[in-house]
């Protein structure tokens, strides 16, 4: 199957700086990547959805200003934590849209991010 | 709106027991239905799914059928192994609708040898 790859997979920074997520499309093109929140024991949360050449829809609750999206080809998105505090922890997963798969989505392994 | 409702975790089987993992669902349209299984430390691959009512998914043991007039997809397999041991998401999507996958909050499975 199609692969999906994030980088880093984990990251731990201080409060007030920014982490920037790479999610990656390695073997099929993505016009649409979507980010994920997933806190302990619970289920994944949307956050937003990504298009390629074109502004990021953001869910509802979810601050534009602090995670900032770019879908700049249609191999790479990228999630960007701004300054950053401890409620912010947690396990950040991406996926991407294949059409050519039927419209099929392919998750990447996630990224943990600790916020100190 | 949508949403997925699947059994609280976690489940400790013994190896070869049976598996059911519930899943209900309420969705305004005819929704896709699918399973997703977590292994540890990786991301989601998807297990099976079933597009229709009464289709039967299917993959590696592992067996849903979408039931419209009960409005579930329960997850089954005869015989857990060990390596089946990780978390288990259902899902559905609507195309037409919210166009977004909608998760259960996951289940947990650990099998023992």
């Known amino acids: 199957g199609a692969v999906v790859s994030q980088h880093p997979s984990w990251v731990i920074c201080k409060s007030g700086t920014s982490v920037k997520i790479e999610c990656r499309s390695l073997d099929f093109q993505a016009t649409t990547m979507f980010w994920y929140r997933q806190f302990p024991k619970q289920s994944l949360m949307l956050m937003a959805t990504?298009?390629?050449?074109?502004?990021?829809?953001?869910e509802q609750g979810v601050e534009k200003d602090k995670f900032l999206i770019n879908h700049a080809s249609l191999t790479l998105s990228t999630l960007t934590v701004t300054s950053a505090h401890p409620e912010d922890s947690s396990f950040y997963i991406c996926?991407?849209?294949?059409?050519?798969?039927?419209?099929?989505?392919?998750f990447g392994p996630g990224t943990r991010l600790t916020v100190l | 709106g949508d949403s997925v409702t699947q059994m609280e975790g976690p489940v400790t089987l013994s190896e070869e027991a049976f598996l059911t993992i519930n899943c209900t669902y309420t969705?305004?349209?005819?929704?896709?239905l699918f399973w997703y299984v977590q292994y540890p430390g990786e991301g989601l691959q998807l297990l099976l799914k079933a597009t229709k009512a009464d289709d039967k998914g299917s993959n590696k043991g592992f067996e849903a059928t979408y039931r419209k007039e009960t409005t579930s997809f329960h997850l089954e397999k005869g015989s857990v192994q060990v390596s089946d041991s990780a978390v288990y998401f259902c899902?559905?999507?609507?195309?037409?609708?919210?166009?977004?996958?909608?998760f259960g909050k996951g289940t947990k499975l650990t099998v023992n040898p």
């Open positions: 990504s298009n390629e050449g074109s502004k990021a829809t953001y």
């Open positions: 969705a305004t349209g005819y929704p896709s």
């Open positions: 996926s991407a849209r294949d059409q050519v798969a039927g419209g099929e989505q392919f």
């Open positions: 899902a559905l999507y609507t195309q037409g609708g919210s166009e977004k996958l909608v």
